[in-house]
């Protein structure tokens, strides 16, 4: 169990430094990770019981 956990970091961080090289030689490809990233990590509705929050960005896309 152990190895096997070791074996999925060393490879997720393999992925990681892969990416991040990548990245630096070309700007467009780390951009569109960055923003896939904060897409996936915005929270856009929070529900509590029978009330629901809902939070829009402006128009101009920030």
């Known amino acids: ?5 070791l074996e999925r970091t060393i490879a997720r961080q393999r ?3 892969l990416s991040l090289q990548e990245g630096d030689a070309n700007t467009s490809f780390f951009h569109q990770h960055a923003c896939h990233r904060q897409r996936r990590n915005m929270i856009t509705t929070i529900r509590n019981g029978d009330t629901t929050a809902t939070f829009h960005r402006g128009g101009s896309g920030e």
């Open 1 to 5: 169990l152990g190895l096997c956990s």
């Open 15 to 17: 992925s990681r430094i």
